[in-house]
């Protein structure tokens, strides 16, 4: 459809920003549902963040996503950081509010959870211990996200044992770091495995992991979408396990993004799976 003067605007801001896939997303839904809006790519520096997104209000833009690597310096810039950012440690969606000000919150526990109950939705967080692969950015909103879902247990595997502890402690709770070369063991009695690390990403190593001792009841999710299978998910299939991949939460933690600066919470569904996995094509 056409786009007016009056037109809704929001976008992406990152450096680089040209491999994110969100403008595929919410032009997808604008389209779908004829709402006069734009949602554009914003190339931005790390030295010119506060400018940019000050400068939104004047623009007449109604928010903006974050992705690498503005997420954690935005917590120091918005006017108002929510639960889900603080929980999260990084903010991925500014809404500007009443008199310009901007609120910052992270829809990524959302959009891991959202996907995981639409990938596996006889998955249930208390059936037994969660194995989280990594322990960045990503990890810390997974584990969080299965914390205040109420996950029985949570073993945080990362190559450098002191980040894995030190979000261990950060998050408190029912999460403990475990030692690389003890990445095949916890996953004894687990109900599930996360992968998010870039480990299996086009370009990357596979991660090696055998899965040998995880039960074959539990869920296998990669965070990873490019390649959507990979070789972590094939494995896992191969052998029975239910295999949750990466798209999903991309899909679904860019709805209330959308919510908040179109007026409605769009639906992930499989024309939008396959408009956005048309962008992936080599």
């Given at each position: ?31 779908e549902h004829q709402i ?217 933690q860019a709805r209330p ?26």
């Open positions: 459809m056409n786009i007016t003067g009056a037109a809704k605007l929001a976008g992406v801001m990152g450096w680089p920003v040209e491999h994110s896939r969100s403008p595929a997303v919410h032009q997808f839904w604008l389209a006069d809006g734009a949602y554009v790519p914003l190339p931005v520096e790390p030295k010119n963040l506060r400018q940019a997104l000050e400068a939104m209000p004047a623009l007449g833009f109604r928010g903006c996503n974050l992705t690498i690597p503005h997420k954690e310096a935005a917590l120091e810039i918005v006017d108002e950081v929510d639960a889900t950012a603080r929980r999260a440690g990084a903010v991925n969606t500014i809404v500007v509010g009443s008199g310009g000000r901007l609120g910052g919150s992270n829809s990524d526990m959302f959009g891991f959870l959202e996907a995981l109950r639409e990938g596996a939705p006889k998955w249930r967080p208390d059936e037994g211990p969660a194995v989280v692969i990594g322990a960045g950015g990503s990890a810390r909103a997974v584990a969080a996200a299965l914390l205040d879902e109420g996950a029985a247990e949570i073993r945080l595997v990362n190559r450098t044992p002191a980040r894995a502890a030190e979000l261990a402690q950060a998050l408190g709770g029912k999460v403990r770091a475990v030692a690389w070369v003890e990445r095949a063991r916890a996953l004894r009695d687990a109900s599930l495995l996360v992968n998010t690390t870039s480990l299996g990403l086009e370009g990357q190593p596979p991660l090696d992991l055998a899965l040998d001792d995880l039960p074959r009841a539990a869920v296998v999710n990669d965070i990873v979408y490019v390649p959507l299978e990979t070789p972590l998910l094939a494995a896992a299939r191969a052998r029975g396990n239910t295999a949750v991949d990466g798209l999903g939460m991309l899909l679904h993004g959308f919510a908040a600066w179109f007026g409605m919470m769009p639906a992930v569904t499989p024309a939008l799976r396959r408009a956005v996995l048309a962008t992936l094509a080599p």
